[in-house]
Nanobody, 125 residues
Framework: QLQLVESGGRLVQAGDSLRLSCVGS????????IGWFRQPPGKDREFVAH????????HYADSDKGRFTISRDNAKNTVYLQMNSVQADDTAVYYC??????????????????WGQGTQVTVSE
């Protein structure tokens, strides 16, 4: 069974950059589409971005396009989320999740099979 562990969340100031990591273990990581979601305080979990198993095709939520970049290194079983020019609205718990359905567009949290425990990102103004 695939296990996911996120890291990299911290307190930053608006305009800063940070990189989140999601490390997979327990299964062939390269088989999975990996997504990032976030849950702001008091709000529902929302889609941020995902990357296909080959790492060549990505998809982003419209709100984050241009500021966030998702990438993966299958040799390291790791997917990254580079966050630039962060804003207060980016404050949330960030989760990575895995889907093995074979589909190339998966933006609903209910379609993801495996989840990490989350990492907190707090942006101060």
């Amino acid at each position: 069974q695939l296990q996911l562990v996120e890291s990299g969340g911290r307190l930053v100031q608006a305009g800063d950059s940070l990189r989140l990591s999601c490390v997979g273990s327990g299964a062939d990581f390269s088989r999975y589409l990996i997504g990032w979601f976030r849950q702001p305080p008091g709000k529902d979990r929302e889609f941020v971005a995902h990357i296909l198993w080959r790492g060549t095709v990505t998809h982003y939520a419209d709100s984050d396009k241009g500021r966030f970049t998702i990438s993966r290194d299958n040799a390291k079983n790791t997917v990254y989320l580079q966050m630039n020019s962060v804003q207060a609205d980016d404050t949330a718990v960030y989760y990575c999740a895995a889907d093995d359905s074979g589909r190339s567009l998966v933006t609903s949290q209910y379609d993801y099979k495996y989840w990490g425990q989350g990492t907190q990102v707090t942006v101060s103004e």
